[in-house]
């Protein structure tokens, strides 16, 4: 079936550094995508989100990007910290069909801020 | 704290045994779900709740998997007869219906099967 994947298991960043994490879809039905933090032993934390009518949202410090051409989903953290450090996924939302609402999840990126 | 909040937070039982555990959305929403995470993947979908009614459950993983949610608050996940394959992370989330639906994940409860 389509999944959610991301392309480097890990990426090392000096702290202060901006990071990118980056992820492909290939559900193109997809019409809502989520990126979470997980730290060691922790659940999934939510950090932001954007539906497909978007390319382009900011939050505090963080900001995504949305490709629908190439089915590609980026992940910016500006002026990296150490408290960063963790594993970031990506999951994508089903269209709205009233049916099942499962979230289908990549393997992680694990980021390391180096000091 | 008003998360969503799982018990027990760790759990060790011996092969064959039956577990439970619980969870407690975040107080107004009315979509709980069920993931199942194994060491360096991501959360695997199990099954989801709207209110009491289970919508979802054909990717519970075996039918010695069950979860309820009575009353539409809190709900529970049974593993009956236990197996080492089912040693993970069980993490509940939950949304609030909306055009959105973002879910928001509690800590986990970490089973190991011995």
């Known amino acids: 079936g389509e999944s959610v994947g991301l392309h480097l298991p890990t990426l090392s960043v000096q702290e202060g550094d901006n990071s990118i994490i980056n992820c492909a879809y290939s559900?193109?039905?997809?019409?809502?995508f989520i990126w979470y933090k997980q730290e060691s032993g922790k659940g999934p934390q939510f950090i932001i989100d954007?539906?497909?009518?978007?390319d382009k949202r900011q939050g505090q410090r963080v900001t995504v990007l949305l490709n629908k051409t190439v089915k590609h989903l980026s992940l910016q953290i500006a002026a990296t910290q150490p408290g960063d450090s963790a594993v970031y996924f990506c999951a994508e939302n089903p269209p709205l069909s009233g049916s099942a609402r499962q979230l289908t999840f990549g393997s992680g990126t694990q980021l390391t801020v180096l000091p | 704290d008003t998360g969503v909040s799982q018990n027990p937070r760790h759990k060790i039982t011996k092969r064959g045994q039956n577990v439970t555990f619980r969870c407690d959305p975040i107080?107004?929403?009315?979509?709980l779900y069920w993931y199942r995470q194994t060491l360096g993947q991501g959360p695997e979908f199990l099954t989801y709740?709207?209110?009491?009614?289970?919508?979802?459950k054909s990717r519970l993983l075996s039918d010695r998997f069950s979860a309820e949610r009575p009353k539409g608050s809190f709900s529970t996940l049974e593993i009956q007869r236990t197996e080492q394959g089912d040693s993970a992370m069980y993490l509940c989330?939950?949304?609030?219906?909306?055009?959105?639906?973002?879910?928001?994940f509690g800590p986990g409860t970490r089973l190991t099967v011995l």
């Open positions: 989330a939950s949304s609030l219906a909306a055009v959105t639906d973002t879910q928001y």
């Open positions: 559900n193109s039905a997809s019409d809502y």
């Open positions: 709740f709207q209110n009491e009614a289970q919508l979802e």
């Open positions: 954007i539906r497909s009518n978007m």
């Open positions: 107080s107004e929403h009315n979509r």
